[in-house]
């Protein structure tokens, strides 16, 4: 990837390469380099994009899902990694769809100048790089990433002061709301022990989940203290102390996410959870998002701020 690279084993086996082809052999029958003039559409770059999460952004912008809202959203450029095997061909069977006339690239600086926001499913090497590319071409950025290391967060931080960014650890509009309900229900309940149990399929490589982490940290904020934080208990483990938050995590099956919140009373506890049955749901959220922080200052947001549930 020009100026760096982000790791990447997002492949998908089940498209053979002969499948595609140079988009320079269909171009003009879709994608557009669009310019910022009033009323045209939002220029869209996916970071990323042959992830889980970037090919499902890519198919909801091709197949012009929520078309009906405005600003309209136009994907303009996909990008990964410098060794991804399908760079140069044309996106739109990985899309599952015919050509686009948009090429997969690693060449992040071009990309970032055909586009008006980018979208970021990557990792947190590829978002740290990413960060500090945007300020170069002042490029808003939507941030999905989880597992941030320290300097992807530094990075971000670094960026925030000069174009905005919505990062957050889950971009599903009713698991942001939750999250609200969350903050009250930790500042109502100050005494109540709280427990955060996730529940993701069997092919999910980090634990606890950016969520449930998310949600631990929103506990501590609301309640204006840290916790002790235990992810998981085992042996003798001793009474629990009135510090604790516990973070189980639970993986099997094809689980796309599950998070509930306990808060333990005496003689009741109050549950909060929020299922997800589909990644449509993250990826209508990062639209969202991209739709609502071209027109922000400098800074660096949430999905609460997009919501205006803060």
């Known amino acids: 990837m020009?100026?760096?690279?982000?790791?990447?084993?997002?492949t998908n086996p089940d498209e053979s390469s002969d499948q595609f082809q140079p988009s320079s052999a269909t171009a003009g029958k879709g994608g557009s380099e669009l310019n910022l003039e009033i009323n045209l559409p939002v220029r869209v770059g996916v970071y990323g994009a042959f992830g889980r999460m970037g090919q499902m952004i890519m198919r909801a912008l091709l197949s012009g899902v929520d078309s009906d809202r405005d600003p309209k959203l136009m994907l303009t450029a996909a990008v990964e990694s410098a060794n991804h095997p399908h760079l140069g061909r044309d996106i739109g069977p990985s899309c599952g769809m015919g050509p686009v006339g948009?090429?997969?690239?690693?060449?992040l600086a071009r990309a970032l100048s055909n586009v008006d926001v980018m979208i970021d499913f990557s990792s947190p090497a590829g978002t740290a790089l990413l960060a500090a590319a945007s300020v170069e071409t002042h490029t808003p950025l939507v941030i999905g990433t989880t597992s941030l290391h320290a300097a992807a967060l530094a990075s971000i931080d670094s960026a925030a002061n000069r174009?905005?960014?919505?990062?957050?650890?889950?971009?599903?509009?009713?698991?942001?709301?939750?999250?609200?309900l969350l903050k009250r229900a930790a500042t109502a309940l100050p005494d109540y022990d709280a427990e955060i149990v996730e529940l993701h399929h069997?092919?999910?490589?980090?634990?606890?989940?950016?969520?449930?982490?998310?949600?631990?940290?929103?506990?501590?904020?609301?309640?204006?203290?840290?916790?002790?934080?235990?992810?998981g208990r085992s042996g003798l483990s001793g009474p629990r102390e009135a510090g604790e938050l516990g973070v189980m995590a639970i993986r099997g099956g094809d689980v796309v996410g599950e998070h509930t919140t306990f808060f333990f009373g005496t003689g009741e506890r109050l549950e909060l959870t929020h299922r997800a049955h589909s990644r449509e749901v993250f990826a209508r959220g990062a639209l969202m998002a991209a739709r609502w922080v071209v027109h922000q200052p400098a800074g660096i947001y949430g999905m609460e701020d997009v919501l205006g549930v803060i």
């Open 2 to 10: 020009s100026g760096g690279s982000f790791p990447s084993e997002r």
């Open 102 to 107: 948009i090429d997969l690239t690693d060449d």
């Open 163 to 180: 174009v905005p960014v919505v990062c957050s650890a889950n971009m599903s509009p009713g698991m942001n709301v939750m999250i609200a």
């Open 202 to 231: 069997k092919w999910k490589r980090d634990a606890p989940s950016g969520t449930a982490l998310l949600l631990a940290d929103s506990i501590e904020g609301a309640r204006a203290k840290k916790s002790d934080l235990r992810f």
